[in-house]
Each structure stands twice: as C-alpha cells, then as structure tokens.
C-alpha cells in the first residue's frame, strides 16, 4: 500500500543518541564483566545493562513506524518486544495541539551530577472529552506523563525521539494537508527549536 503524498512517516532507525546509548550499554556490561566485584553486582549490571542494549538494537533493526501523521490521525510506534499492543493511534478529532519539547535527564553517581543528556519529546495534548487511551481510562497510559511539560499530555500520547528523527517540515505538511487547525508548538521551558 503506497503512502499518501503528504502523510508524514518516520521509521526506528540509527540516531547518534542511540548510538552512543548502545555504545554506554556495551561498555558497562563489559565493565560489570572485567571488573572484579561482587557476583549479585556483576549479575545486575549484566542483566539490566544487556537488557537495555538489547531492547534499543531490536527497536533499531526492527524499522516499525515510529510516528505517522496521515488523513486519519496520528499514530505513536510502540516498543519492540509488544509494538502491537504498546502502539496507539489518536484520531484528528482527538488532538487538540501537538507539544514538541526538551528535557535535560541529569547522569548523577551519589551526589554529583556528571553530565546531562538532551532528550527530546512529542506529545499530543487531546480533548477533555476524548476516550481514554487504556480500556477502563484507569492505566497508567491515561495519567500525565511525568515527563510532559504541562497538564493534558498522557504517558500513553507521548514519546521519546530517541530511536528516530522528527522532520518538522515534514510533519507541518501533513499538519495543513489532514489537520490545519492542530498546531505544533514547543513546550515550556523547552529548549528544543520546531
């Protein structure tokens, strides 16, 4: 099935954040392996550093839709090992705005912070009055995301972009083509550009 001319469609695909995130796996459960430390620890740092690793390379290779924005409404890709049932879709009636924004996850041991990560997000803020996005309206998909930057963003109508590339213009093609009165905007205190 050939896509529309303006449906915007992104794929998982190699970004320099995963790659460097694959990278810091790799290193730690080497690390965990080499180093001499005691057996309950290196059985930690292997299995949650490897599962972390695993889980971006498979999302990587596995090249499922990320994001689409079509005639229909938009579509958030899931994660690797359920994408079925983690994917959600959102009809245009839905979605009253589309947030773009940024935040700053501090990488700290004990109490000093190292370094900051940059990650951006997307977010659709919807209705009141949409369904929600769980089948009872109790999961944690419908509560606020933690990460969202104001109130009307659920976990479940936000993601990462991580794993994938949000081409903008791109997406505001597809915004004037299927929904011209949703706008993008960025969120606040966001720091990332539209």
């Known amino acids: 099935m050939l896509a529309e001319p303006t449906a915007y469609e992104a794929r998982y695909q190699w970004t320099p954040f995963i790659r460097w995130a694959i990278a810091g796996d790799v290193a730690v459960v080497l690390i ?36 689409r924005a ?17 994917t959600c879709f959102f009809p245009w009636a839905d979605i009253r705005r589309i947030i773009i924004w940024q935040r700053h996850i501090p990488c700290t041991i004990w109490r000093w912070t190292l370094f900051s990560i940059p990650v951006r997000y997307i977010g659709l803020q919807r ?7 769980s089948r009872d309206g109790t999961g944690r998909l419908d509560r606020p995301g933690f990460t969202a930057p104001m109130p009307g ?42």
């Open 127 to 133: 209705h009141t009055n949409a369904p929600h996005i």
């Open 32 to 67: 965990g392996a080499l180093l001499p430390m005691p057996l309950v620890i290196r059985v930690l740092v292997i299995v949650v550093f490897g599962y972390f690793g695993l889980v971006s390379l498979t999302l990587v290779l596995s090249r499922r839709i990320a994001f």
């Open 153 to 194: 963003i659920a976990a479940g109508a936000a993601r990462n972009i991580t794993a994938w590339m949000l081409n903008t213009d791109q997406l505001t093609a597809a915004l004037a083509a299927y929904a011209p009165n949703v706008p993008v905007e960025p969120g606040n205190g966001s720091t990332a550009a539209l």
């Open 70 to 86: 079509d005639q229909t409404g938009i579509t958030l890709g899931g994660g690797p090992f359920r994408y079925r049932s983690t």
